[in-house]
């Protein structure tokens, strides 16, 4: 990783920190160097579950450096995975948490918007300003969003640009949980040591279930099970940490999970 993108390995969890004053804005260059640290993640069978965060305490993301989108010629290779190295790794079967440290602006809003729990410092600022700035959200980003919100608050958002503070987005349950300012990655840190203290293979097959099944009436999720469409699923009941799990439950004592 460059300077812009910083790693660090705590047991089980990764953790990756946007870093590029001043406002920890992702220029197409910085993009590769996010998607360098999560398929680093993806092929790491020792990683189990990340944290993405901004440095300091007032810019999670600002979105896309306009200093490359006013060029003649921008760059425009945000690298494989698009924009921040998330939006489009939708093979990705570990979970993320994102760390919302302060202003989640545009394409920073989009990348929060890729992970799969959010936990917002109680300074945050949630806001899509692509309609202000003559650019558009990329269309993931728009499904994930009507996801997350009613349709009426996610069209104001997108058509407006408005500003969604940190409690409303938890009322709205945009987010998990609102932490004091500048501990945002403490609380962060703690549900990622929840995941990384569960079953991993389990994990995965929940995050694939919930991908692959989200929105489905009961009937078609079922079909699709009993086509073999879950197939993180069937590697759980086959696993070693599936009988170690029965193991430690019978002998009251915690299991040592392998990953296999």
């Not at 640290?37 to 990340?50: G, T």
């Not at 650019?135 to 009613?150: D, F, I, K, N």
């Not at 409303?168 to 609380?187: F, I, K, S």
Request: hydrophobic share 45%; glycine share 10%.
């Amino acid at each position: 990783m460059g300077d812009r993108v910083r790693t660090r390995v705590d047991g089980r969890v990764f953790e990756v920190t946007l870093d590029n004053p001043k406002a920890n804005a992702i220029s197409a260059a910085v993009s590769r160097e996010m998607n360098e640290a999560f398929i680093r993640f993806r092929d790491d069978p020792d990683l189990w579950v990340a944290i993405l965060t901004g440095a300091g305490d007032r810019f999670f993301c600002a979105g896309w450096d306009l200093n490359d989108g006013a060029r003649e010629e921008p760059d425009k290779d945000f690298g494989p995975y698009g924009f921040g190295g998330l939006g489009r790794m939708f093979d990705l079967d570990k979970p993320v948490v994102m760390a919302v440290n302060g202003y989640c602006v545009a394409g920073g809003f989009e990348l929060a918007l890729a992970g799969d729990i959010m936990v917002a410092a109680e300074n945050a600022e949630f806001f899509l300003s692509e309609v202000n700035v003559g650019l558009a959200t990329s269309g993931a980003s728009v499904s994930r969003l009507l996801a997350r919100l009613p349709r009426h608050v996610a069209l104001e958002l997108l058509f407006t640009g408005r500003r969604m503070a940190a409690r409303e987005a938890r009322d709205l349950r945009l987010v998990n949980r609102v932490a004091p300012r500048g501990r945002a990655m403490e609380a962060a840190r703690e549900i990622a040591a929840s995941i990384a203290a569960a079953a991993p293979l389990s994990v995965r097959a929940e995050k694939q279930m919930v991908n692959l099944l989200g929105g489905l009436p009961p009937e078609e999720a079922d079909r699709l099970e009993a086509e073999g469409a879950l197939t993180a699923k069937a590697l759980v009941y086959a696993s070693e940490d599936c009988r170690e799990g029965a193991r430690a439950f019978l002998e009251k004592r915690k299991p040592v999970w392998r990953g296999r």
